[in-house]
T-cell receptor
Framework: KAGVTQTPRYLIKTRGQQVTLSCSPI?????VSWYQQTPGQGLQFLFE???????NKGNFPGRFSGRQFSNSRSEMNVSTLELGDSALYLC?????????????FGAGTRLSVL | GESVGLHLPTLSVQEGDNSIINCAYS??????FIWYKQESGKGPQFIIDIRSNMDKRQGQRVTVLLNKTVKHLSLQIAATQPGDSAVYFCAEFPNQAGTALIFGKGTTLSVSS
């Protein structure tokens, strides 16, 4: 069974631009969560989608948004990029939502904002 | 606030030794815990999980211990190998509406042969 696939693996953008990252979950998984990983802040939760609905949201500004499609694939968008948005963005999928569901991670998208 | 922390940012061991990585959590409402391993250039990889109604769970070469009294988790790796070198994260899931998996800062395990 294929794992979680994230595209692209690397991105370089400039301040003010916007970016869209894609995540394909493990087949059969309906929940997709997004995390931002930086050396200073570690892994921080962005949001979770289940059945095309955002179920949970972390403490990030509105420039960060996401969506989930009927096939459970998910995208996240960051608008008006700032230098501080440079990070590894990780997507994780799980069978269900909430406690007790193992989250399996993709390799991430490395975003560099210049 | 809610946080999961690790006692040591780095741990260095010799090949063949047993490794113990510790983690303290702060939310007594957490009822599910996961250990992840992250190698350079990769996403976190699931190692083992444990629910709060258990105090020990064993996998292949790994054991997780949970002490709810002092809100402490540990990951024990038996016969540590060079391939175990990575950053290890514990994560907790509070059993509260609207919450998500909370990660600790991570411990970097270095195994020398």
């Amino acid at each position: 069974k294929a794992g979680v696939t994230q595209t692209p693996r690397y991105l370089i953008k400039t301040r003010g631009q916007q970016v869209t990252l894609s995540c394909s979950p493990i087949s059969g998984h309906r929940s997709v969560s997004w995390y931002q990983q930086t050396p200073g802040q570690g892994l921080q939760f962005l949001f979770e989608y289940f059945s095309e609905t955002q179920r949970n949201k972390g403490n990030f500004p509105g420039r960060f948004s996401g969506r989930q499609f009927s096939n459970s694939r998910s995208e996240m968008n960051v608008s008006t990029l700032e230098l501080g948005d440079s990070a590894l963005y990780l997507c994780a999928s799980s069978l269900g939502q909430g406690s007790g569901n193992i989250q399996y991670f993709g390799a991430g998208t490395r975003l560099s904002v210049l | 606030g809610e946080s999961v922390g690790l006692h040591l940012p780095t741990l260095s061991v010799q090949e063949g030794d047993n490794s113990i990585i510790n983690c303290a959590y702060s939310n007594s409402a957490s009822d599910y815990f996961i250990w992840y391993k992250q190698e350079s250039g990769k996403g976190p990889q699931f190692i083992i999980d444990i629910r709060s109604n258990m105090d020990k769970r064993q996998g292949q070469r790994v054991t997780v211990l949970l002490n709810k009294t002092v809100k402490h988790l540990s990951l024990q790796i038996a016969a540590t190998q060079p391939g175990d070198s990575a950053v290890y994260f514990c994560a907790e899931f509070p059993n509260q509406a609207g919450t998500a998996l909370i990660f600790g800062k991570g411990t970097t395990l270095s195994v020398s042969s």
